[in-house]
């Protein structure tokens, strides 16, 4: 079992930026792949950006050069660096975490708007 806190959503001007933080514990965090996702009303829940245990990343097109993904072993933490911010972002951001099992966490709300 893991559980999954996610922080740093909010209200953003478009070209603006914000960092997502997913703070994990229950267990060996190391071993999950960890991801974003994003759900925009009336849209199904998409994949953002994902980290293995060995580090490699895999993002959605639509962000691409735009987000980054990392994570923290030590910290038991993944991030989202998100740059360039599009009214097309807004939607709300859940943090993924897969091993054998899907956990996630309970979402923050991510607004670009002027």
């Known amino acids: 079992q893991v559980q999954l806190v996610e922080s740093g959503g909010g209200l953003v001007q478009p070209g603006g930026s914000l960092r997502l933080s997913c703070a994990a514990s229950?267990?060996?965090?190391?071993?999950?792949?960890m991801a974003w996702y994003r759900q925009a009303p009336g849209k199904q829940r998409e994949l953002v950006a994902s980290?293995?245990?060995?580090?490699?990343?895999n993002y959605a097109d639509s962000v691409k050069g735009r987000f980054t993904i990392s994570r923290d072993n030590a910290k038991n933490t993944v991030y989202l660096q998100m740059n360039s911010l599009k009214p097309e972002d807004t939607a709300v951001y859940y943090c993924?975490?897969?091993?054998?099992?899907?956990?996630w966490g309970q979402g923050t709300q991510v607004t670009v708007s002027s």
């Open positions: 993924n975490a897969y091993y054998f099992n899907n956990y």
């Open positions: 229950g267990s060996i965090f190391s071993i999950y792949v």
């Open positions: 980290i293995t245990s060995g580090s490699s990343i």
